[in-house]
């Protein structure tokens, strides 16, 4: 049986919101976090491939924190101009991508 369109949104939507939550407390000396959605874990970077086709408006208090992650400039232009799911996915991406290159620069080789 497949869910309704109804639920599997409501399902990503609450994983995307997790996802942010998880990025939020990240530090940069532990793997990229997972949350669950459908039933496993997966990285939050999955998530917002996932999430990038809902046109939903974010929630403010998920907005207020993508803003308080992201740096001034085109980054903040991008989000404001897309304050969806879709736009906050992209830019959760983006956050995360420079978390892993910080990171990357940070540890010895």
Same mark, same amino acid.
């Given at each position: 049986?497949?869910?309704?369109?109804?639920?599997?949104?409501?399902?990503?939507?609450?994983?995307?919101?997790?996802?942010?939550? =998880?990025?939020?407390?990240?530090?940069?000396?532990?793997?990229?976090?997972?949350? #669950?959605?459908?039933? =496993?874990?997966?990285?939050?970077?999955?998530?917002?491939?996932?999430?990038?086709?809902?046109?939903?408006?974010?929630?403010?208090?998920?907005?207020?924190?993508?803003?308080?992650?992201?740096?001034?400039?085109?980054?903040?232009?991008?989000?404001?101009?897309?304050?969806?799911? /879709?736009?906050?996915? =992209?830019?959760?991406?983006?956050?995360?991508?420079? /978390? #892993?290159?910080? /990171?990357? /620069?940070?540890?010895?080789?």
């Amino acid at each position: 049986m497949v869910d309704p369109p109804e639920t599997h949104s409501l399902e990503l939507r609450m994983a995307f919101h997790n996802a942010v939550l =998880r990025f939020r407390d990240w530090t940069a000396d532990v793997a990229e976090p997972r949350v #669950k959605l459908r039933g =496993r874990f997966c990285p939050i970077s999955e998530v917002c491939q996932k999430v990038d086709t809902l046109a939903d408006p974010l929630p403010e208090r998920i907005l207020s924190i993508l803003y308080k992650e992201s740096q001034p400039g085109a980054d903040i232009v991008a989000l404001k101009m897309d304050e969806t799911y /879709r736009g906050g996915a =992209r830019q959760l991406s983006g956050l995360i991508e420079n /978390r #892993k290159r910080q /990171r990357q /620069r940070e540890s010895p080789t």
